[in-house]
């Protein structure tokens, strides 16, 4: 049986500018393409993905139709319903490019609550950017009219709403994911990060937040018993120096040499650091390894290993 792997996806590969359906499910046909050479490799497959610009995107849609007999849905519910729209979406295109193959197996979408902690102070403080960028503007006025919501400079390409992320604690369907990889079904599980739930009692009630979809990946990963978390993301490599005329491509590298470069504010707040942060979560927590490379790079990985590999010390594959 070949490697059980947690692919997860950047927003990159689901919506860049044009935010309609159609183009978001080109640009998925156009990663199933990609994904499908892991099941080509043998691996079994679990796929997560991101939903920030898809989320807000709803949020505003919500927000403009809404009357007094047909409310807004809370983000909860809006971060399942993308959940919905983009495991639609991705399960489509993997049909689609696994029949063109010959392969035979079903891809299948598991709506995913992810428990947070009542008391994470991410509530207090929101971080995650979501929705359409705005000018400034246009970020003052949409203030003046939600005088609740933040908004903030996005690393110098606009202005975002940001709402609170706290960190996942456990993913609700973990066995559901598991049962589906053992009967061979791909799954496509903690979407958007996951649905945040915090645990009362018997019940678990939902929170409006976004969870960072890099963290619930590899809390999904580590539960699951995965071989390997891959994060795929525009860039093939993460980089020190990055976007500086020293930048030096990292390829395998320890959790002990990516802590000191994040010591060195190497990794950007909200974009690469999560991704760093959570690629060294899986390989402490599994002893595993953990890789972060371009979604047009799998064949290069799968081929031959390119891509940032990251493991505990340099030289032990795992
Ligand atoms: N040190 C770094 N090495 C590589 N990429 C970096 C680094 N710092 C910031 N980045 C940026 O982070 C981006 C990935 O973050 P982001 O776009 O938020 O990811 P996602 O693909 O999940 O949407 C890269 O495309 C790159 O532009
Ligand atoms: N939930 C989440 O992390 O989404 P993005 O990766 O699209 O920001």
Redesign the pocket.
């Given at each position: 049986m070949g490697r059980k792997i947690v692919v997860?996806?950047?927003?990159?590969?689901i919506l860049s500018k044009d935010a309609s359906a159609a183009a978001q499910q080109k640009a998925l046909l156009e990663t199933a393409e990609q994904l499908v050479k892991f099941i080509e490799n043998g691996d079994q497959l679990i796929i997560s993905h991101?939903n920030?610009p898809q989320v807000g995107n709803l949020l505003l849609q919500q927000a403009a139709g809404s009357t007094e007999d047909n409310p807004a849905m809370p983000l909860d519910t809006a971060v399942a319903m993308t959940q919905g729209s983009i495991g639609y979406w991705m399960q489509n295109a993997m049909n689609r490019v696994l029949k063109e193959k010959g392969i035979k197996k079903t891809v299948a979408t598991v709506v995913t609550q992810v428990e947070v902690s009542a008391d994470d102070p991410a509530f207090e403080k929101p971080t995650k950017p979501i929705g359409p960028f705005m000018s400034k503007a246009e970020a003052d006025l949409a203030k003046k009219e939600n005088p609740d919501f933040t908004f903030v400079e996005d690393a110098g390409r606009g202005y975002r709403r940001v709402v609170p992320s706290p960190k996942p604690i456990g993913v609700v369907e973990t066995d559901a994911v598991k049962s589906l990889v053992d009967a061979g079904i791909v799954p496509i599980s903690v979407g958007g990060g996951g649905i945040p739930v915090v645990s009362n009692g018997n019940q678990l009630l939902g929170r409006e937040a976004v969870i960072d979809?890099?963290f619930a990946s590899e809390k999904l990963a580590e539960l699951v018993g995965a071989d390997a978390l891959i994060?795929?993301?525009?860039?093939p490599?993460?980089?020190?120096n990055?976007?500086q005329p020293d930048q030096k491509k990292l390829e395998q590298v320890s959790v002990a040499e990516l802590e000191t470069y994040i010591g060195q504010n190497?990794?950007?707040p909200?974009?690469?650091?999560p991704?760093v942060e959570a690629a060294i979560d899986f390989v402490k927590a599994t002893g595993n390894q953990a890789v972060v490379t371009a979604l047009d790079n799998i064949e290069g990985f799968v081929q031959n290993g390119s891509g940032t590999v990251i493991t505990e010390k340099v030289g032990i594959r795992n």
């Amino acid at each position: 049986m070949g490697r059980k792997i947690v692919v997860a996806l950047g927003g990159n590969a689901i919506l860049s500018k044009d935010a309609s359906a159609a183009a978001q499910q080109k640009a998925l046909l156009e990663t199933a393409e990609q994904l499908v050479k892991f099941i080509e490799n043998g691996d079994q497959l679990i796929i997560s993905h991101g939903n920030g610009p898809q989320v807000g995107n709803l949020l505003l849609q919500q927000a403009a139709g809404s009357t007094e007999d047909n409310p807004a849905m809370p983000l909860d519910t809006a971060v399942a319903m993308t959940q919905g729209s983009i495991g639609y979406w991705m399960q489509n295109a993997m049909n689609r490019v696994l029949k063109e193959k010959g392969i035979k197996k079903t891809v299948a979408t598991v709506v995913t609550q992810v428990e947070v902690s009542a008391d994470d102070p991410a509530f207090e403080k929101p971080t995650k950017p979501i929705g359409p960028f705005m000018s400034k503007a246009e970020a003052d006025l949409a203030k003046k009219e939600n005088p609740d919501f933040t908004f903030v400079e996005d690393a110098g390409r606009g202005y975002r709403r940001v709402v609170p992320s706290p960190k996942p604690i456990g993913v609700v369907e973990t066995d559901a994911v598991k049962s589906l990889v053992d009967a061979g079904i791909v799954p496509i599980s903690v979407g958007g990060g996951g649905i945040p739930v915090v645990s009362n009692g018997n019940q678990l009630l939902g929170r409006e937040a976004v969870i960072d979809k890099d963290f619930a990946s590899e809390k999904l990963a580590e539960l699951v018993g995965a071989d390997a978390l891959i994060i795929l993301t525009a860039v093939p490599n993460i980089y020190v120096n990055f976007n500086q005329p020293d930048q030096k491509k990292l390829e395998q590298v320890s959790v002990a040499e990516l802590e000191t470069y994040i010591g060195q504010n190497q990794f950007a707040p909200g974009s690469m650091l999560p991704k760093v942060e959570a690629a060294i979560d899986f390989v402490k927590a599994t002893g595993n390894q953990a890789v972060v490379t371009a979604l047009d790079n799998i064949e290069g990985f799968v081929q031959n290993g390119s891509g940032t590999v990251i493991t505990e010390k340099v030289g032990i594959r795992n």
